[in-house]
């Protein structure tokens, strides 16, 4: 009889436990992330994180409260009410930079190669930019992103081979030689073969 009650004890422990868990990581996931924000203070864009762990932690004692780990008008406003929370409350997947991101890229093409966008993979090939005076961006890694509206509005997608080959041609112009697209012989819009 004692041993059955260890069982059930240790049973309901590990129930729990994974309750808890469940919860706290499902909270975690669903808050990380930088988000685009409008400061309702001086409504310029603002990039910011809310405090994903606080907020798990709250939620596993049934009281999620949102705060912010960073922003981008800090620390020079450090301190400020934080009222932009009820703007990521409202929407917090849409204010999400990854998501506002991914969206731009959908349906779009490289504005080298034509290629289209279809799922990013954002671990080994993630696409680039085309900035206004030619040069490329990896990625949105080195771009402030409490500019991104603007960003996404002046660049141009470019997908993830062109932006390897124009970051050798842009840092080695010297060494590498263009050729034009090769395309075989009986393809619908084949080059002519070079006469002898």
């Known amino acids: 009889m004692n041993l059955l009650f260890i069982w059930i004890v240790a049973a309901v422990a590990v129930v729990g436990f994974a309750v808890v868990a469940r919860v706290w990581i499902l909270n975690r996931l669903r808050w990380r992330g930088t988000r685009i924000v409008e400061c309702p203070e001086n ?11 606080r907020v798990a932690a709250g939620a596993v004692r049934g009281a999620p409260h949102l705060q912010l780990r ?7 406003k450090a301190g400020c009410a934080q009222d932009c929370l009820r703007e990521i409350e409202m929407a917090p997947a849409e204010c999400l930079a990854r998501t506002m991101i991914e969206r731009w890229y959908t349906g779009r093409q490289c504005v080298m190669c034509a290629k289209p966008f279809d799922k990013i993979d ?14 490329t961006v990896a990625g949105f ?9 603007v960003i996404l509005e002046t660049h141009s997608p470019v997908c993830w081979d062109c932006l390897i080959v124009e970051s050798v041609l842009q840092k080695h112009p010297d ?20 006469s002898a």
């Open 43 to 53: 409504h310029a864009t603002a990039a910011v994180e809310v405090d994903a762990a």
């Open 70 to 76: 960073t922003c981008s008008r800090w620390p020079e």
């Open 122 to 135: 954002w671990t080994l090939h993630e696409p680039g930019l085309l900035r206004p005076d030619g040069h």
């Open 141 to 149: 890694r080195d771009v402030p992103l409490d500019t991104l509206p």
């Open 175 to 194: 060494r590498v030689t263009v050729r034009p697209p090769h395309r075989s012989p009986g393809v619908p819009g084949a080059l002519p073969p070079a």
